[in-house]
């Protein structure tokens, strides 16, 4: 299946250029498994072959991302605090969260917003996703707007250019990228196991213990 969907962007990109990297970046902020580290070294390979520009790929891309952050931060901040606050206390139980937790998350972020938006929209996995507390807590559009800009051209023309430099060997892009997604995904199940075992299990056990 991955394959297929490599096959269909790279149709997508050499066909439609411009619009195809813009919307195709805008549609992988929405659905994951559509690979940036294949749609932005390919846009740069297709500016070797003189069919577009470089500059015009990245604003593209750049557009495209924009349009994406957009779209997950509006659809976050539909459901808002309260509606989040209101799932956590009538289902948090099961997962070992309370409203405590979820008051410490949003103090967390509400330090950190503009730093988190700019890294983690250079990091695979988090790009998309760093759009979502941002709308839960209707982080200002301004610095959002500006953080999420300039992380995602970092992001766009470091790939395009890498893709540009490369030529036909675009591809070798995908090896350090999927190490570092592997990466990021390691740490993300680390940190559920953790919290897990923290929340959930060993109180069990202490419990099961008395």
Request: hydrophobic share 50%.
């Amino acid at each position: 299946m991955l394959d297929g969907l490599v096959d269909w962007v790279t149709s997508v990109v050499e066909s439609l250029g411009y619009w195809g990297v813009a919307g195709l970046v805008a549609l992988e902020n929405l659905f994951p498994p559509i690979p940036s580290e294949v749609i932005l070294p390919l846009a740069g390979f297709v500016s070797v072959e003189g069919e577009a520009s470089v500059v015009g790929m990245v604003i593209a891309a750049t557009v495209g991302s924009m349009v994406g952050a957009y779209a997950l931060y509006g659809i976050a901040a539909a459901i808002g605090p309260m509606r989040l606050r209101g799932l956590v206390a009538r289902y948090g139980r099961w997962l070992g969260l309370d409203e405590g937790d979820l008051d410490n998350s949003e103090q967390w972020f509400d330090r950190r917003a503009s730093t988190a938006v700019l890294v983690c929209r250079c990091i695979p996995l988090m790009r998309s996703l760093i759009s979502l507390p941002a709308g839960l807590r209707r982080m200002p559009l301004v610095p959002f707007t500006l953080y999420t800009l300039v992380g995602s051209l970092i992001w766009n023309v470091l790939l395009i250019g890498a893709g540009y430099l490369l030529g036909e060997q675009w591809h070798k892009v995908e090896q350090p990228l999927e190490f570092l997604q592997k990466v990021v995904l390691v740490a993300i199940g680390v940190g559920v196991a953790w919290f897990v075992w923290r929340r959930i299990v060993r109180p069990r056990l202490r419990r099961a213990e008395v």
